[in-house]
């Protein structure tokens, strides 16, 4: 069943005419952190080789607002700590908002980070283990509520076809190893973007296949 709700845009000073997307927002709605990429990105026009080029590209960096109303977010700010040279994104961020998992590409496939708020700093990035990460592409995450179990997306060999979701628990204080979600989740398509919901027995998530109307549905 559809359910109606309305969309509307949260304007400026977050949105401009530049990129803006994957949103991520803590639990009690006063931080937002998003990914961003434009005249704002650190190190401006790069190459291939990441080396400042007029002809060259934006790379991606992630901002952070702080809620100023009830409606309005304040002046986005780049997360230095956080932010490298190549595609840094914001994926997932935990309930309490202390712990920001990005994703980051410097010319390659990509793997997923972690970082932790300290006082009012986030330290900087530091790559999952082998577990999480793998050769291929892992660029989505979501963190249960417990902080016990971590889902994310992969194209890694040995699952149903193209990127599937898997699910990692939390083993003497690191993540254990992966375990694909199976056929009622993953299909020979894409699934990527799982997001656990609080309750910790509902799964968002985005897929090809499960007779999608078009693309990716959710």
Known sequence: NRVIAEIVNLGNPLNTEELEGSPI???????????????NSMGGRLNEELKPDKDGHFREDIM?????TDTTY??????????????????????????????????????IYVSHLSGFEWTKPVKLNKNSNS?????????????????????????????DIYVSELENGDWG???????????????DAPFIHPDGITLFFSS???????????
Not at 177 to 191: E, F, H, R, S, V
């Open 64 to 68: 952070m607002s702080f809620k100023e």
């Open 135 to 163: 050769e291929a592409w892992e660029g989505s995450c979501s963190i249960s509520a417990d902080g016990r179990h971590l889902y994310f997306s992969s194209e890694r060999p040995g699952g149903m076809g193209g990127k």
């Open 25 to 39: 927002i803590t639990t009690d709605e006063s931080m937002i952190i998003f990914t961003y990429a434009g005249k």
């Open 74 to 111: 304040g002046p986005p700010i780049p997360i230095e700590s956080v932010n490298t040279l190549g595609n840094d994104a914001a994926i997932a961020i935990s309930p309490d908002g202390m712990v920001l998992f990005t994703f980051a590409s410097n010319n390659d496939d990509g793997d």
């Open 177 to 191: 190893p992966a375990k694909n979600l199976g056929p009622k989740i993953n299909t020979k398509y894409n699934d």
């Open 208 to 218: 090809q296949g499960h007779t999608s109307i078009g693309g990716y549905d959710i």
